[in-house]
């Protein structure tokens, strides 16, 4: 098996992830996860194909890829991950990369030597205007629960509490979402009541 590049795990729990963004404009301690083991079986099955494929390799930062590809029921990647909450804000130092079996390397370090590589600092590796303005555009779908798109918030995943809370709020948004989208359609169009 060949080497992945954006593979990785979160060292407390050693549960997998995706790297989105291996650091962020201004916060280069910090980067954008995607945590795979909870994404429904359509979605993780639809990024890992992509992870492993070619435009996945050749992508710098995989939420290049990610902004470029469809899921199958044809929603953009990185907006739909971002919509539902499942890009996931954790410092450089709580990740380790794990582009092989039996080989890891923490990604700050890994940020380092990049870094080094390149005659550049840690804070130039970011892509600056990919995250603000991508994960910034309203919604593709714009109803009054989605015309805001809020800022990412960091969670610690290390803590079973923060992370269960992070969850749980995210779950109340989608649920308030679903609930205007239904409200919308029902504007739209009036469910038919049965004859009895």
Wanted: hydrophobic share 40%; aromatic share 4%; with cysteine.
């Amino acid at each position: 098996m060949s080497e992945l590049k954006h593979v990785g795990r979160v060292i407390a729990t050693n549960k997998k992830c995706l790297v989105a963004y291996r650091t962020l404009p201004g916060d280069a301690n910090f980067c954008l996860i995607v945590p795979t083991e909870n994404l429904p079986d359509i979605y993780h099955d639809a990024i890992i194909n992509l992870a492993e494929s070619q435009t996945g390799q050749d992508a710098y930062e995989f939420a290049e890829a990610l902004d470029r590809t469809q899921f199958p029921d044809g929603g953009n990647m990185l907006r739909g991950l971002h919509a539902t909450g499942r890009l996931v804000k954790v410092p450089t130092n709580s990740i380790e990369m794990v582009p092989a079996p039996g080989t890891a390397i923490v990604l700050s370090e890994l940020n380092q030597i990049i870094a080094e590589q390149r005659g550049m600092t840690v804070d130039s590796l970011s892509i600056k205007e990919s995250l603000t303005e991508k994960l910034s555009e309203k919604p593709v779908v714009e109803s009054k629960a989605t015309a805001t798109v809020e800022t990412v918030q960091a969670v610690d995943l290390t803590d079973p509490v923060a992370t269960a809370k992070h969850y749980r709020s995210q779950a109340d948004k989608l649920a308030k979402e679903a609930a205007n989208f239904r409200r919308l359609a029902e504007e739209l169009v009036p469910t038919k009541k049965k004859a009895e």
